[in-house]
Nanobody, 125 residues
Framework: QVQLVESGGGLVQAGGSLRLSCVAS????????MGWFRQAPGKEREFVAAISWNTDYADSVKGRFIISRDNAKNTVYLQMNSLKPEDTAVYYC?????????????????????WGQGTQVTVSS
């Protein structure tokens, strides 16, 4: 059974940093795409970042967030810098159990097969 477990969320002041982690178990995702999405209260889930053969970011986080992975640990990270109050949301890790083409499809939640339970990130002004 595949499980994705996120950690690293919390409360931080604007301008601060957090690093989210997502550990996968049940299968290896080292060669498959993984992504981060977020959902703020009253809003739809939105794409944040994805990693496959390359990386992709939403315009709202480009230059501030960095997605990376440690294949040996079956873990994907999201380093979040220069956080803003509008980054406040529940952040979800997602994994795809196969390849996706074109890679732009990784911006869509329905492209993923597995999801974590989410971790809350709150940025105070």
């Amino acid at each position: 059974q595949v499980q994705l477990v996120e950690s690293g969320g919390g409360l931080v002041q604007a301008g601060g940093s957090l690093r989210l982690s997502c550990v996968a178990s049940g299968r290896t995702f080292s060669t498959y795409p993984m992504g981060w999405f977020r959902q703020a209260p009253g809003k739809e889930r939105e794409f944040v970042a994805a990693i496959s053969w390359n990386t992709d970011y939403a315009d709202s986080v480009k230059g501030r967030f960095i997605i990376s992975r440690d294949n040996a640990k079956n873990t994907v990270y999201l380093q979040m810098n220069s956080l803003k109050p509008e980054d406040t949301a529940v952040y979800y890790c997602a994994a795809k159990g196969g390849f996706v083409y074109p890679p732009q499809q990784l911006r869509m939640a329905q492209s993923y097969d597995y999801w974590g339970q989410g971790t809350q990130v709150t940025v105070s002004s």
